[in-house]
């Protein structure tokens, strides 16, 4: 209901509040909150390995943080973080989890962390992401999205096949038939651009 018509500055400010929220003083630090209290799939991750490519990007960073959050060994492997994605430092990932520097595309070296980890779960981010990019470096997007996703599925059927595997692509995988309706699973691959014409391979590969 409305306040009796009175502004919400001369509102708050009768019950000693001001009507704009002060800037925070400090970094926030990590300490225990109500994620950590909830028991989310049913503890599904909770003392599980969870192998994730491209933690050092921005979703990947935040799927560390919540992977931690939820009692799971996280183990990354991914290109070394970026200035222009400061996430990574920011929640501290590197300090948290152990990870690995490396470049999918890099068949023996993602081989091996598959084998040493020996993983629950594979969660795998790690990609060329960027559609305007994928115009200037056409090959590398390609070998990246595509080959790097073969080679960690290779991997993963050698060195632990009974992991479970979540490959994430994109809604550019789809034909764009330039409408506001969002697309389903069951509509053609395609892609006019080398970053969606990757995605669309990948989801084929997968």
Known sequence: ?????????????????SPREEPPGRTLGFRPRALEEVVM???????????????????????AHWLLSLGAEVRGFALAPQADQPLHDWLEIGRRCRSEFADVRDREVLRSAVRAFQPDFVLHLAAQPLVRLSYQIPVETIETNVMGTAHLLDAVRAEAPGAAVVVVTSDKCYENRERPEGYREEEPMGGHDPYSASKGMTELLV
């Open 41 to 63: 799939f049913g503890g599904a991750y909770k003392g599980k390995r969870v192998l994730l490519t491209g933690q050092t990007g921005f979703k990947g960073a935040w799927l």
């Open 1 to 17: 209901r409305a306040a009796l018509g009175l502004p919400s500055s001369r509102l708050l400010a009768a019950d000693g509040y």
